[in-house]
Nanobody, 124 residues
Framework: QVQLVESGGGLVQAGGSLRLSCAAS????????MGWFRQAPGKEREFVAT????????YYADSAKGRFTISRDNAKNTVYLQMNSLKPEDTAVYYC?????????????????WGQGTQVTVSS
């Protein structure tokens, strides 16, 4: 089992930045891929970014490319999502997800473990 706890959400003005963190605990000795997803009110949960175990492979949703950066520190069992140039349409609950494996994964049903989410609100 892997437990995930997100932090770093909040209220920010359009154009601002936030850095989300996701701390993993439990069975973290094996390699695992990580991802960030988000869910806006009334909408389905959607993929944002993912990173491989080594950190060498990363993949972003089109909405995140050029503005968001995913990274990880395996020594700290933590993954980050740096979000710059935020827009009101980025407002959502952001979820961290994990699954065993060394590559990266973009689909919700590919992940086994989920955090509780952290709210990001971008005001115009």
């Amino acid at each position: 089992q892997v437990q995930l706890v997100e932090s770093g959400g909040g209220l920010v003005q359009a154009g601002g930045s936030l850095r989300l963190s996701c701390a993993a605990s439990g069975r973290t000795s094996s390699s695992y891929a990580m991802g960030w997803f988000r869910q806006a009110p009334g909408k389905e949960r959607e993929f944002v970014a993912t990173i491989s175990w080594s950190g060498g492979e990363r993949y972003y949703a089109d909405s995140a490319k050029g503005r968001f950066t995913i990274s990880r520190d395996n020594a700290k069992n933590t993954v980050y999502l740096q979000m710059n140039s935020l827009k009101p349409e980025d407002t959502a609950v952001y979820y961290c997800a994990a699954r065993s494996g060394t590559y990266y994964y973009t689909r919700i049903n590919e992940y086994d473990y989920w955090g509780q989410g952290t709210q990001v609100t971008v005001s115009s």
